[in-house]
């Protein structure tokens, strides 16, 4: 229960899109790199008038890993 915003905060949502996203990899046959190992859920939505999408709705991928730099940092010590 909650808003959106807080379920974007709950571990448990994580844990279950981590699972679903790895279900998903094994029932493909993908090879263990190819795995999602970690998830970060973010409130924002991903537009282009917030410059993380172009206006063809492309990633911006620089500005995505600006915005989420701390994020992405946590995610890749937490796997170590």
């Not at 844990?15 to 029932?27: F, M």
Request: hydrophobic fraction near 45%; glycine fraction near 4%; aromatic fraction near 4%.
């Amino acid at each position: 229960k909650g808003d959106f915003h807080q379920l974007c905060t709950l571990p448990k949502l994580q844990s279950v899109i981590l699972a679903s996203l790895q279900d998903a990899a094994k029932a493909g046959k993908l090879k263990g790199i190819e795995v999602v190992q970690r998830v970060i859920v973010t409130q924002d939505e991903w537009t282009p008038e917030n410059d993380l999408l172009t206006a063809a709705m492309k990633l911006k991928r620089a500005n995505i890993v600006a915005r989420f730099k701390k994020d992405i940092a946590a995610a890749y010590a937490a796997q170590k």
